[in-house]
Nanobody
């Protein structure tokens, strides 16, 4: 079992920035990648960014490239999503996910609202 604790969501004006954090615990040795997904009202959950365990490989949704950066701090066992130049269309619940040998685990989600 893996538990994921997210933090960092909130309300921000267009053009602003937020940083989300996700700290996994439990059977973390089996995690081979982590990612951030988001789900807006009436839409399907979509992958925003993903990073492999080593941190050597990342990939992003086209809609967030050059604006969002996923990273990990192995010393703190935490994954981050730095979100810059936020747009109203980035408004969604953001979920941290761990890709584990036993399956995929999800965090509880954190609301990000971009509005003036």
């Amino acid at each position: 079992q893996v538990q994921l604790v997210e933090s960092g969501g909130g309300l921000v004006q267009p053009g602003g920035s937020l940083r989300l954090s996700c700290a996994p615990s439990g059977s973390i040795a089996g995690i081979y990648a982590m990612g951030w997904y988001r789900q807006a009202p009436g839409r399907q959950r979509e992958l925003v960014a993903r990073i492999t365990r080593s941190g050597g490989n990342t990939n992003y949704a086209d809609s967030v490239k050059a604006r969002f950066t996923i990273s990990k701090d192995n010393a703190k066992n935490t994954v981050y999503l730095q979100m810059n130049s936020l747009k109203p269309e980035d408004t969604a619940i953001y979920y941290c996910a761990a890709e584990h040998l036993a399956g995929r685990y999800w965090g509880q989600g954190t609301q990000v609202t971009v509005s003036s």
